[in-house]
């Protein structure tokens, strides 16, 4: 459905949040790679998606690559387990490192390129040398960060079953004469909790069909799947790979709302109808992630 309302209107109404009076507006809004974007936008047509999160979710973060032979199989059995637990677990994929390296010679069949430059920031600074592996939460399992599949659903599990301390809203609107989102997230800690915290926000795209390894006749061609489909492969940054303080210093009081709104311009490369937006909350010090949220981008 197109939306087309007066101006005046359309304003008041993309600057409020559904979910909350907002208590805390900590910028009104930030740019990022603005390019011609106007600061004031006034094409009136644009789609909306959102989502409101108040129970805890937890963040799978898929360190991959199309040269990894094993992947494949991780992939499928963590996107099944996100299915079973009604999607409480969100997935992006990080391709980076030897694995994911695109083939440069002119037809070859592992030459697309699904790195990304946050992607790679966080395969080098988390040390992960090995595919398929994983961060979940950011949080250490048998005294470890990286955690292999076999304890996916164990670690997940377990990062579910701790109490919800923090409410989490995510919306955005895209503009397609502008290829453009206006993107909100508004926070409120339901628990006081003691450190800094920041907010990231990225950008992943789902469903690229493109050739990837797999040593699993059992679940698809083997030892070339050539339509492969990847999934949620992370893209962009759009506030930074490690986000931003989501107050002034990072400290957080209980019950207050802590908002950020973004403009961002989608790479015309990508099929903006499989993109998401997928938002996290996260313990400076500790790195733990304390809440994430998903949502797609609507294109009609």
Known sequence: MKYRIPFIFFISALFSFSWFACDKIDSPLIE????????????????????????????????????????????????????????????????????????????????????????????????????PNALIDRVKFGGAIQINPDNWQTAVTEELDKPNV???????????????????????FTSQLSGQFK?????????????????????????????????NVLRAAINTTYGEYISDEGFIIVNEIYAKEYLFQMNPDWVTRHCNIIAFIYNQESKEIVQVAECGVKTE
């Open 199 to 231: 907010l990231c926000v990225f950008v992943a795209e789902d469903s690229i069909v493109a050739p990837q390894k797999n040593n699993n006749p059992a679940i698809g061609p083997s030892p070339d799947w050539v339509d492969y489909v990847h999934r």
């Open 32 to 131: 990022k790679d603005k390019q011609d974007i106007p600061v004031n936008i006034t094409d009136t047509v644009y789609f909306v998606d959102s989502v409101n999160v108040t129970e805890k979710q937890v963040l799978l973060e898929d360190f991959t690559g199309h040269l990894c032979v094993n992947c494949p199989e991780a992939a499928i059995m963590a996107h099944e387990l996100a299915a079973s637990l009604d999607h409480k677990l969100i997935i992006y994929s990080v391709h980076a490192g030897y694995y994911a390296a695109p083939d440069p010679n002119p037809g070859a069949m592992y030459a697309a390129d699904l790195t990304s430059a946050p992607g790679v920031e966080l395969y080098n600074d988390f040390q992960v040398f090995v595919n």
């Open 166 to 188: 923090a409410n989490l809203s995510l919306k955005n609107a895209y503009y397609p004469n502008l290829n453009t989102l206006r993107i909100q997230v508004a926070t409120e």
